[in-house]
């Protein structure tokens, strides 16, 4: 009854606005024509998945620099050129420094105040702040806790007595992310590989759980109806797992203050920011192609401001959700890649081997960062599979996108609009990759990604606000399948798919019926140490 009752809801607000609605033709017309973004009616019931959603989107006007969709009933803009990506994210991107909201402050303060959901100079201050969790020093310490984590890891399955363990990669590559990523941001030492009732991991379960009808609604209904989140207070994300992990920020908070404790993570810096005078700093992650922001707009405030625990609380929690979703499914879409092709583990197997020998048994982070066939695998993966389906911004003042070829009028972007760049689509286009849908590593070899034209690969986003901590999760993915391929050869299993199909029941990227594969052990082992 509850569902019926919502499923009617839905659609007396979605017949109402569409009488109403002065784009009613357009809309309907993008309907019938299946691309169905106005209305996300076939994701929302499992027909099809948000990827292949965005794809029928870039493909509905072809040979167009840009098109028009409707998000519901709001036009949004969909940019598909590489140079008026460029030319809008990075060089103008002061007309589109913002991300659309999704979720009412009134409704969840600790996500609206995080760095993704911040605005202008707010955010501009807030990322200075944080960048500092990111220098090389930071990473060099953080990969002493990755290594830990890795050798974890790979003990845990040394331990088991089958020559061949079964595998639900995702599964795994969550409980994993979760004890990196926990270390790294809240400081506490988690066990979720050895435990996978760990209460950490279980409420970043929780809270990172996209899939289901509930979920679904309750995002579709923030974009359909925010007025009325805002009156109600509501959020998309669960209550409980919010307030577990803000018990856990807090508690922290406290101890380390009372006890002078010191470490170099999140939580410390921002401690420090809060006491200390503003010193600007700032590093552009490196995203392998794009370039994730232009010094020109990218001007700091030197005004010393308050973080309240609140601020400090939404940094962490939203990094967390980062580190534990998008590490996860980045690490089981690598997995699956090289069980599905043995030729390309192989030669990094080889490359693995020789670097820790050169190593003398001891891997080390300027090796790791020295592997080139690591770099092009992991790279290929997150072209093919970028855990970012599309990544948007808000226009924050009015633009207008010149007229370029004789048959194109100029295009006035208002004030407020929505601006959508569909990544996966982009990295699929066979016009930009011959043959998309094939992993091929080689598509990055110093000699061929000289031909990769500019702004066709942003699986971290492009512009100032790309992903700010898009090193440490490639530092992440490179070290732990440095630690497998060690022990490890990944090997299909019974209830592998190939190739994989992309869910169905989820927002984000995740394989239909799971990533499932065995880790065989290999003949001749040399353990890695750290």
């Not at 020093?137 to 890795?150: A, D, G």
């Not at 109806?225 to 406290?254: C, G, H, M, R, W």
């Not at 030729?343 to 891997?363: F, S």
């Amino acid at each position: 009854m509850l569902w019926l009752l919502a499923l009617i809801i839905f659609a007396t607000v979605a017949y109402w606005k569409l009488k109403s609605s002065p784009r009613t033709e357009k809309i309907l017309k993008q309907i019938v024509h299946g691309s169905c973004i106005g209305s996300i009616w076939k994701t929302v019931t499992g027909k099809k998945s948000f990827a292949d959603m965005i794809q029928d989107a870039y493909y509905m006007e072809p040979n167009t620099r840009y098109s028009t969709f409707y998000q519901f009933f709001n036009p949004v803009l969909l940019v598909k050129d590489p140079d008026l990506i460029k030319q809008m994210l990075v060089k103008d991107s002061d007309h589109f420094m913002n991300h659309q909201h999704f979720i009412p402050p009134e409704g969840d303060p600790i996500f609206y105040k995080n760095l993704f959901s911040m605005e202008n100079q707010e955010w501009r201050d807030m990322r200075s702040r944080l960048t500092p969790v990111f220098t090389s020093s930071k990473m060099k310490y953080m990969f002493s806790l990755i290594t830990q984590n890795c050798d974890k890891f790979v003990k845990h399955f040394l331990r088991k007595e089958e020559t061949v363990v079964t595998v639900e990669m995702r599964e795994i590559m969550a409980r994993f992310s979760n004890d990196v990523i926990s270390n790294i941001v809240f400081g506490v030492e988690v066990d979720a590989v050895n435990n996978p009732n760990d209460e950490v991991y279980l409420n970043g379960k929780n809270l990172t759980n996209l899939t289901g009808l509930t979920r679904v609604l309750k995002f579709l209904g923030s974009f359909l109806v925010p007025k009325l989140y805002k009156i109600l207070k509501i959020s998309p994300f669960p209550e409980a797992s919010i307030k577990f992990f803000s018990s856990l920020v807090q508690t922290n908070i406290d101890v380390r203050q009372k006890n002078n404790i010191v470490r170099p993570d999140m939580i410390n810096i921002l401690l420090d920011a809060r006491k200390n005078a503003f010193q600007p700093e700032e590093s552009a992650p490196d995203t392998g192609f794009a370039v994730m922001r232009d010094s020109e707009n990218f001007k700091l405030s030197k005004t010393k401001i308050d973080i309240t625990d609140l601020e400090i609380a939404a940094q962490v929690i939203t990094f967390f959700f980062a580190g534990f979703e998008t590490v996860s499914g980045m690490l089981s879409f690598i997995a699956y890649e090289l069980g599905a092709n043995p030729e390309v583990q192989q030669r990094l197997i080889g490359e693995v081997d020789q670097t820790l020998e050169a190593c003398g048994g001891q891997i080390t982070y300027e090796a790791i960062l020295s592997m080139k066939y690591m770099d092009m695998v992991v790279t290929e993966a997150l072209r093919k599979w970028p855990v970012i389906i599309l990544t948007d911004r808000m226009c924050t003042k009015p633009y207008t996108i010149e007229a370029k070829y004789p048959d194109e009028k100029s295009r006035h972007v208002k004030e407020g609009s929505s601006v959508w760049l569909p990544v996966f689509a982009i990295h699929r286009d066979p016009e930009n990759y011959p043959e998309p849908d094939k992993f091929d590593p080689e598509r990055f070899s110093d000699e061929n990604k000289r031909t990769v034209k500019p702004y066709t690969y942003f699986p971290f986003g492009v512009g100032p606000r790309g992903c700010l901590a898009s090193r440490l999760g490639l530092l992440e993915a490179k070290t732990l399948f440095f630690y497998i391929l060690t022990n490890f050869e990944i090997v299909p299993v019974e209830k592998t798919q190939i190739p994989l199909k992309i869910s169905k029941k989820r927002i984000t990227m995740n394989a239909e019926g799971g990533f499932w594969f065995g880790l065989k052990r290999r003949t001749e082992l040399s353990t890695p140490s750290a």
